[in-house]
């Protein structure tokens, strides 16, 4: 019996012994065959947010951990002012454009009355014209009758008293005339003068232009005052998490000043550092199986990205590692892309890497 037990138990041992050099021996091949690098962080783009203007906070809208979308709403600084000088301009424009009506419509109202004016001046000048060509020909007639007559009393075959009656006739026509002509130049002048009062139409015109000018200008100042509201509004360039506010309700902050950091939950990545001896066994496009210290027990799987061009020590980096020729081991940052990222996963959390070798 004692046999037996002894014989089960050397059974045993050498079972044990089997396994163990089994293990080391796949230890050993898998340590000949993988690239493996501890301590790698996970890595994401931290997005920080900052006043583009000098401003007082009025109020935050998220919290630390509090997931956002784009084009969300994060910040607000107080824009009160910027608000009445809107409303003030806008009430500037409004007077402008209602000055502008008033202008255009006494523009058309002038323009109406001074081609009534024109017209009637016209009219006037034309009745004259016809009167004072009747006037003419009249006088052209009284003098052909009073030469006529002349010869008639030359050759005594008429009255003094017929010649006298001629005589009238003419003189009387002829002061007509004079008055006539009066009458035409005064009426060209009247014209002329109201004909002069289409300039007041241009003065008009060119107040109507400075009004245009004028109320782009209020435009513009408009637009320049929505933008600078809209620069006390801020808001999330991407769907991300918040990781950090800094400010708070009633803090005063400047230009370019931070206020909270947030970061795409979508966007990790695992940077590794791997020893310069190994290196010449990754490339790009390569399959690596990582594990996170979060999630124990569990493979995940990644792509080298890109492999770095600069060591940890001309990164400025240090490392006390030895490498095997017993200096101080140089290592290279590889950049690895994580093919399904588990949730809950945080900047900063440590992740080993196995790469194989001969892939």
Do not use: C
């Not at 004692?2 to 050498?14: H, P, Q």
């Not at 065959?33 to 920080?48: D, K, M, N, P």
């Not at 803090?251 to 310069?276: M, R």
């Amino acid at each position: 019996m004692a046999l037996g037990t002894k014989g089960t138990v050397k059974l045993l041992i050498g079972f044990g012994a089997l396994a163990g050099l089994g293990l080391l021996g796949y230890e050993v091949v898998y340590w000949l065959t993988h690239v493996y690098a501890s301590g790698a962080r996970v890595q994401t783009e931290l997005t920080r947010m900052a006043a583009r203007v000098d401003g007082t906070v009025a109020t935050i809208h998220v919290r630390e951990g509090d997931r956002v979308k784009a084009e969300q709403l994060l910040i607000s600084l107080v824009d009160d002012d910027i608000k009445l000088r809107i409303e003030l301009l806008e009430t500037d424009r409004s007077l402008e454009r209602a000055r502008r009506e008033r202008l255009s419509a006494e523009r058309v109202a002038f323009e109406i009355d001074l081609h009534s004016r024109i017209a009637t001046k016209r009219e006037r000048m034309r009745a004259i014209e016809v009167e004072h060509r009747a006037i003419n020909d009249r006088l052209a007639l009284a003098e052909k009758d009073l030469a006529r007559v002349k010869v008639l009393f030359n050759k005594e075959l008429t009255a003094e008293r017929e010649l006298a009656i001629e005589q009238d006739k003419v003189l009387v026509l002829r002061g007509e005339a004079a008055v006539s002509r009066a009458k035409l130049r005064i009426a060209h002048k009247e014209l002329e003068q109201v004909e002069a009062g289409g300039r007041q139409v241009d003065v008009l015109d060119e107040r109507l232009k400075v009004s245009h000018l004028t109320e782009e200008k209020i435009r513009t100042m408009i637009a320049a005052a929505r933008v600078a509201l809209s620069l006390r509004h801020i808001r999330s360039p991407l769907t991300g998490i918040v990781d950090r506010v800094y400010k708070h309700k009633g803090e005063y902050v400047q230009e370019g000043e931070s206020i909270l950091i947030l970061h795409d939950e979508k966007l990790f990545w695992v940077e590794a550092y791997v020893d310069e001896d190994q290196i010449r066994h990754i490339r790009v496009g390569q399959t690596v199986v990582l594990e996170l210290e979060a999630h124990p027990f569990r493979d995940f799987l990644g792509r080298v990205v890109s492999i770095g061009s600069a060591t940890t020590k001309e990164m400025g980096l240090s490392d006390t590692r030895t490498s095997q020729f017993g200096r101080l081991a140089e290592r290279v940052p590889v950049r690895i892309s994580l093919d399904a990222p588990p949730p809950g996963l945080t900047p900063g959390m440590v992740a080993n890497i196995n790469v194989r070798m001969y892939e």
